[in-house]
């Protein structure tokens, strides 16, 4: 399989202010490197403050490495060429915990959803309500919800319309961030059954970041583990969560109790 995106060796420092004149730098990130293949699901595991919302943020180009590079889909993401980063960064979407605080409590299901595709092209209004009914089916999300506002849906539907949000520009690459942490465990499983369908049928390429290890079992081709900055373990999703090297993943693995979901990984 050919990478879809691949990370090499990034690094990120961070200034914390420590009284009036004193800064002190944090190493976040520490040479980060990985890839994933194209219709891949990459889980990525690790405690909190470990950065792993910042390598999301540095893919999605929000930040910037001091060092390293990212190439997706044969393109640098470092580049210093912003129109050729804009225009790869609409391959990618992202879909974080909480959908009550990451998508705006004013608009409408469809403002939210058509929002993406108004930003970035040029449609007319009948193939936007044509194309958010057919984003809503995707995701299993009646049209009669159409004028609903986020505050009006269950976690689990108002976590449908973010990633219906997500899939509105036909991303090669969507990053999950803890998708399913903020939900009741049933509706995990639904909305993480949902993603391995709509990866199934269109070939999506997933980071999959989470504390919780029975995700990475449900869900994961691979999985990496991270600490401090740096990637400490990596490898097929059973073979790390089964036989463990690594000191951290060992913890990590003898932290998490019981498994909440099927043990498949298909
Ligand atoms: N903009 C920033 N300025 C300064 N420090 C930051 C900034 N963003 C993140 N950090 C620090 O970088 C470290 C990594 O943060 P990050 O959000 O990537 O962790 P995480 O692994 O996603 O944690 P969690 O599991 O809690 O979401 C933390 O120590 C955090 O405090
Ligand atoms: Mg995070």
């Given at each position: 399989m050919a990478d879809i995106l691949r990370v090499s060796h990034i690094s990120k420092q961070f200034i914390r202010s420590n009284g009036w004149f004193k800064r002190e730098y944090i190493d976040?990130?520490?040479?980060v490197s990985f890839c994933i293949d194209s219709g891949e699901t990459l889980g990525l595991v690790g405690e909190s403050g470990s950065g792993k919302t910042t390598v999301a943020r540095c893919v999605m180009g929000m930040l910037q490495p001091d060092s390293g590079s990212i190439t997706f889909n044969g393109n640098d993401?470092?580049?210093?060429?912003r129109s050729l980063r804009q225009t790869v960064r609409r391959q990618l979407a992202i879909v974080y915990q909480n959908p009550y605080l990451s998508l705006?409590?004013?608009?409408t299901l469809f403002e939210l959803i058509a929002e993406p595709i108004r930003a970035n092209e040029k449609t007319t209004k009948p193939d936007l309500v044509k194309r958010v009914v057919l984003l809503m089916g995707q995701v299993g999300?009646?049209?009669?919800?159409?004028?609903?506002?986020?505050?009006?849906?269950s976690g689990g539907q108002a976590q449908r319309v973010a990633i219906a949000r997500a899939l509105a520009l036909k991303p090669k690459l969507i990053i999950l961030d803890?998708?399913?942490?903020?939900?009741?465990v049933s509706v995990q499983a639904q909305i993480l059954n949902l993603l391995a369908s709509l990866q199934s049928s269109v070939g999506y390429s997933y980071l999959l970041i989470t504390h919780d290890l029975d995700v990475v079992r449900h869900s994961c081709d691979r999985v990496l583990v991270m600490s401090q900055g740096s990637i400490v373990e990596s490898g097929n999703t059973n073979t790390v969560l089964d036989t463990p090297t690594h000191a951290y993943t060992q913890q990590l693995i003898a932290a998490t109790p019981k498994l909440k979901y099927s043990t498949s990984n298909s």
């Amino acid at each position: 399989m050919a990478d879809i995106l691949r990370v090499s060796h990034i690094s990120k420092q961070f200034i914390r202010s420590n009284g009036w004149f004193k800064r002190e730098y944090i190493d976040v990130l520490d040479a980060v490197s990985f890839c994933i293949d194209s219709g891949e699901t990459l889980g990525l595991v690790g405690e909190s403050g470990s950065g792993k919302t910042t390598v999301a943020r540095c893919v999605m180009g929000m930040l910037q490495p001091d060092s390293g590079s990212i190439t997706f889909n044969g393109n640098d993401m470092t580049s210093q060429d912003r129109s050729l980063r804009q225009t790869v960064r609409r391959q990618l979407a992202i879909v974080y915990q909480n959908p009550y605080l990451s998508l705006n409590p004013h608009f409408t299901l469809f403002e939210l959803i058509a929002e993406p595709i108004r930003a970035n092209e040029k449609t007319t209004k009948p193939d936007l309500v044509k194309r958010v009914v057919l984003l809503m089916g995707q995701v299993g999300l009646s049209e009669e919800l159409m004028a609903r506002k986020i505050g009006d849906l269950s976690g689990g539907q108002a976590q449908r319309v973010a990633i219906a949000r997500a899939l509105a520009l036909k991303p090669k690459l969507i990053i999950l961030d803890e998708p399913t942490s903020a939900l009741d465990v049933s509706v995990q499983a639904q909305i993480l059954n949902l993603l391995a369908s709509l990866q199934s049928s269109v070939g999506y390429s997933y980071l999959l970041i989470t504390h919780d290890l029975d995700v990475v079992r449900h869900s994961c081709d691979r999985v990496l583990v991270m600490s401090q900055g740096s990637i400490v373990e990596s490898g097929n999703t059973n073979t790390v969560l089964d036989t463990p090297t690594h000191a951290y993943t060992q913890q990590l693995i003898a932290a998490t109790p019981k498994l909440k979901y099927s043990t498949s990984n298909s």
